[in-house]
């Protein structure tokens, strides 16, 4: 699979072997996968660019202040064609912003994600996440096996999760771009005011968008398998 920085090549066979030992057919995964995953949100509209590249003959000399500790939102989602579950956002007891660490993580799979997931009433839903730290410590993965027991996607789980695939996540290919292509729009200058934001457009996101979303989830996989993990020169940019 080709990841940022031409990484190198991974499988992933693990995955897909895995799946298929299950009974999971391609139509059953396209509508019971629940990918996951944070993003940062900053109050000053940073977004990491380090993938664009400007070329000039000319140095245009120009300056631009950035604050030292900028403030900022860690949101967490899920996405499955069903809807989204979210946003969350990761604060301590006084509302204040924090990062996210393992007993943060665990919080809010427990408190938060297990009974909004209950309101859906969906049933053998499989579970995606990545090998983020804070994901995969033992107690997380624990977690994670009791609630989901076979069907949790994941480093250390039941099914592998390639590494280095964020283009192969749904939340990362789409939903976190975005978002951030809309909530900037009216210059929040407030946590609260871009947290708002972030809340209004995910709410407003339509049935038919997730499904369109989901239907090149399921491209993807098939054009990786296809090529068994391997660089292609092909790279799929087209939604």
């Not at 090549?9 to 059953?28: C, E, H, I, T, Y």
């Not at 030292?68 to 069903?82: D, I, M, N, R």
């Not at 996210?100 to 579970?127: K, S």
């Not at 789980?157 to 009216?186: E, H, I, M, Q």
Request: aromatic share 12%.
């Amino acid at each position: 699979m080709l990841g940022e920085g031409g990484a190198p090549q991974v499988s992933s066979s693990s995955f897909d072997n895995g799946s298929k030992g299950r009974g999971l057919s391609p139509n059953a995964l396209e509508y019971l996968n629940s990918a996951s995953d944070e993003a940062h949100f900053w109050l000053n509209g940073y977004v990491n660019k380090q993938n664009c590249r400007i070329w000039s003959e000319a140095n245009p000399q120009v300056y631009v202040e950035t604050p030292l500790h900028p403030e900022k939102l860690t949101v967490w989602c899920a996405l499955w064609a069903g809807g989204i579950i979210g946003p969350y956002f990761f604060k301590n007891d006084e509302g204040h912003n924090v990062t996210v660490n393992g007993d943060r993580y665990r919080a809010m799979i427990t408190n938060f994600f297990i009974p909004e997931l209950n309101n859906h009433d969906v049933q053998e839903l499989w579970f995606q996440q990545d090998d983020a730290t804070c994901h995969t410590a033992r107690a997380t993965i624990d977690l994670l096996k009791d609630t989901f027991g076979d069907r949790l996607i994941s480093p250390f789980g039941p099914v592998n999760w390639p590494p280095r695939s964020c283009d192969l996540t749904p939340l990362d290919y789409f939903l976190w771009g975005y978002v951030k292509s809309l909530v900037y729009a009216d210059k929040p200058q407030t946590l609260d005011h871009l947290e708002g934001n972030i809340r209004r457009v995910i709410a407003d996101i339509r049935p038919q968008m997730l499904e369109k979303v989901i239907e090149h989830w399921t491209s993807r996989l098939d054009y990786i398998r296809a090529s068994r993990g391997s660089h292609k020169p092909e790279i799929i940019f087209k939604m």
